[in-house]
């Protein structure tokens, strides 16, 4: 049903130039999904001015990596991004 909304919110509101790209990335309700197509971008805000790994504190980590493998596992692939708090001024 979701995904039905979706497409329709589509058809709705794209373009009809731009309209079929944005629909192939949404398969129909009845169609299967194919995971390895996606990619879940886990992007995390950090005021760290740490080096490597170190930016994110352990817990966090632990957590990222837990639901990390867990989409690994269905088949998506998976990226964390570290997306820096910049002084407005």
């Given at each position: 049903?979701?995904?039905?909304?979706v497409?329709?919110l589509?058809?709705?509101e794209?373009?009809?130039d731009?309209r079929e790209?944005?629909?192939?990335?949404?398969?129909?309700?009845?169609?299967?999904?194919?995971r390895?197509?996606?990619?879940v971008t886990y992007a995390?805000?950090?005021?760290?001015?740490?080096e490597?790994r170190?930016?994110?504190p352990?817990?966090?980590k632990?957590?990222?990596?837990?639901?990390?493998?867990q989409l690994v596992?269905?088949g998506?692939?998976?990226?964390v991004?570290r997306?820096?708090?910049?002084?407005?001024?």
């Open positions: 049903m979701f995904r039905t909304q497409r329709q589509i058809e709705d794209v373009a009809t731009a790209a944005w629909l192939r990335l949404v398969p129909g309700a009845d169609e299967a999904v194919d390895s197509q996606y990619r995390v805000i950090a005021n760290s001015t740490r490597g170190d930016w994110l352990f817990f966090s632990l957590n990222l990596m837990q639901q990390g493998r596992t269905l998506f692939s998976v990226v991004a997306v820096p708090i910049t002084d407005p001024d």
